[in-house]
T-cell receptor, first 113, second 108 residues
Framework: DVKVTQSSRYLVKRTGEKVFLECVQD?????MFWYRQDPGLGLRLIYF???????EKGDIPEGYSVSREKKERFSLILESASTNQTSMYLC????????????FGQGTRLTVV | AQRVTQPEKLLSVFKGAPVELKCNYS??????LFWYVQYSRQRLQLLLR??SRESIKGFTADLNKGETSFHLKKPFAQEEDSAMYYC??????????FGAGTILRVKS
């Protein structure tokens, strides 16, 4: 059974703090993704990674960075948290290939105050 | 550019009525299209993908390349179908993008 685990279910951080969101998958998937989920806007891709140390910007990368030092772990970093980054963050992973299924974590609800 | 459009934020139907959730996409290559579903308090999960051509929980979706659409259909809605539905497209380099989602409410 594929597991994608996000390190925190809820986080509250202050404006200007550096924030780390961690995601680990146990299925040896090549691809990993970070999305933010907002009502009315759906899932918007922040960054994705198709291999260790490889990353590509998604549709809304501004204010975020990522790190993938090991295949199983993909970290999302908010360099200086702002209130407009308050959101639900979802991590996902998938294997390389045609129409492969993406598996999602349980989500991290981040509130920036 | 990859883009997915779901024009309806909310679709409300009565139990037993037909359901059609609309999805249109923009992509210059050969798209891989999916429907994902999120039930209350559960993780987002795959419902179906266009290459499978199968029916999952009574839902089907046909890829229409001429109209660039991938609408999700079910002939008779059930209360347990109430959820958030996302259409998604995988393109270059396995980049996976989603639409804004449609909430389906099935009323008894």
């Amino acid at each position: 059974d594929v597991k994608v685990t996000q390190s925190s279910r809820y986080l509250v951080k202050r404006t200007g703090e550096k924030v780390f969101l961690e995601c680990v998958q146990d299925m040896d998937h090549e691809n990993m993704f970070w999305y933010r989920q907002d009502p009315g806007l759906g899932l918007r891709l922040i960054y994705f990674s198709y291999d260790v140390k490889m990353k590509e910007k998604g549709d809304i990368p501004e204010g975020y960075s990522v790190s993938r030092e090991k295949k199983e772990r993909f970290s999302l970093i908010l360099e200086s948290a702002s209130t407009n980054q308050t959101s639900m963050y979802l991590c996902a992973s998938s294997s390389t290939g045609w129409a492969t299924e993406a598996f999602f974590g349980q989500g991290t609800r981040l509130t920036v105050v | 550019a990859q883009r997915v459009t779901q024009p309806e934020k909310l679709l409300s139907v009565f139990k037993g009525a037909p359901v059609e959730l609309k999805c249109n996409y923009s992509y210059s290559g050969s798209p891989e299209l999916f429907w994902y579903v999120q039930y209350s308090r559960q993780r987002l999960q795959l419902l179906l993908r266009h290459i499978s051509r199968e029916s999952i929980k009574g839902f089907t979706a046909d890829l229409n390349k001429g109209e660039t659409s991938f609408h999700l259909k079910k002939p008779f809605a059930q209360e347990e179908d109430s959820a958030m539905y996302y259409c998604a497209l995988s393109g270059y380099g396995n980049k996976l993008v989603f639409g804004a989602g449609t909430i389906l409410r099935v009323k008894s």
